[in-house]
C-alpha cells in the first residue's frame, strides 16, 4: 500500500544525545515535511523540502537538522543543541514540487507520528 | 509564521447534535484541508477544498471554502461517538502548509 512510514514510533533519549527519526514515502510525492506537535497545540513547521538535496526552515528549526538525499526519504535529527526536545513529530508530505517558489496547491498527506521522550 | 485562527477551542455536544467550527487566516489560501487526528496518531485528510465558494460533502462532514478566500468552515451532521478527537484546518498559501490550533471534540453519549 502507499503511504509514508516514520519510524520508530516511540523513543527515549538520554539528555545531550542526538537522534534521527525516519520518515520514508512510496507516494512519488516530491515536497516533505516536518512538523511539531506539542500536547493540546497545533502543529508547527520544523523544515520541509520541495525537491531532492534542497530543503527550507520552517518557523522552529532551531536544535533539528534534515537531508534530502533521495526523493522518498527525508530523515529528521534532532539534536542535543534542541532544549525541549520531548513532543510528538510528524512527517508529511505532498504532490507539488515544481519548485519552491511554486504555489503549493496539493493535499498533505502525513504519516503516524513518532513519539520523541527525553529523559 | 502564518496565523491561523480556529474556533471553537474545544466543544461537548450530546450524541446526534450538530457541529460547527471555523478558520480564518490573515492571508488568501488557494487550497484549505481539514484534518481529523486521534490521540498517538497522525492527521487524517478530510475534506479539501480548491475554489472560493466551493462547497463539498464527505458523508456527515461538508465544509465550505470562504469567498473571501481567508475563511473556511466544517461542519459535522448527527455526531456519533467516533466524532470525538481533535480537527485542524490547513492551507498552503504559499509553499508551506499551515495550520490552525485545532477543535477538540467531545461527543457525549
Known amino acids: 500500500d502507499g503511504g509514508i512510514t516514520q519510524s520508530p514510533k516511540y523513543l527515549f533519549r538520554k539528555e545531550g544525545q542526538n537522534v534521527t527519526l525516519s520518515c520514508e514515502q512510496n507516494?512519488?510525492?516530491?515536497?516533505m515535511y516536518w512538523y511539531r506537535q506539542d500536547p493540546g497545540q497545533g502543529l508547527r513547521l520544523i523544515y520541509y523540502s520541495q525537491i531532492v538535496n534542497d530543503f527550507q526552515k520552517g518557523d522552529i528549526a532551531e536544535g533539528y537538522s534534515v537531508s534530502r538525499e533521495k526523493k522518498e526519504s527525508f530523515p529528521l535529527t534532532v539534536t542535543s543543541a534542541q532544549k525541549n526536545p520531548t513532543a510528538f513529530y510528524l512527517c508529511?508530505?505532498?504532490?507539488?514540487?515544481?519548485?519552491?517558489?511554486?504555489?503549493?496547491?496539493?493535499?498533505?498527506?502525513f504519516g503516524e507520528g513518532s513519539r520523541l521522550t527525553v529523559l | 509564521g502564518q496565523q491561523l485562527n480556529q474556533s471553537p477551542q474545544s466543544m461537548f455536544i450530546q450524541e446526534g447534535e450538530d457541529v460547527s467550527m471555523n478558520c480564518t487566516s490573515s492571508?488568501?489560501?488557494?487550497?484549505w484541508l481539514w484534518y481529523k487526528q486521534d490521540p498517538g496518531e497522525g492527521p487524517v485528510l478530510l475534506i479539501a477544498?480548491?475554489?472560493?465558494?466551493e462547497l463539498t460533502s464527505n458523508g456527515r462532514l461538508t465544509a465550505q471554502f470562504g469567498i473571501t478566500r481567508k475563511d473556511s468552515f466544517l461542519n459535522i451532521s448527527a455526531s456519533i461517538p467516533s466524532d470525538v478527537g481533535i480537527y485542524f484546518c490547513a492551507g498552503p498559501p504559499g509553499n508551506q502548509f499551515y495550520f490552525g490550533t485545532g477543535t477538540s471534540l467531545t461527543v457525549i453519549p
Open positions: 477544498l480548491y475554489k472560493a465558494g
Open positions: 508529511a508530505s505532498s504532490i507539488d514540487g515544481q519548485g519552491w517558489r511554486q504555489r503549493n496547491t496539493g493535499e498533505l498527506f
Open positions: 492571508s488568501i489560501f488557494n487550497t
Open positions: 507516494l512519488n510525492h516530491d515536497a
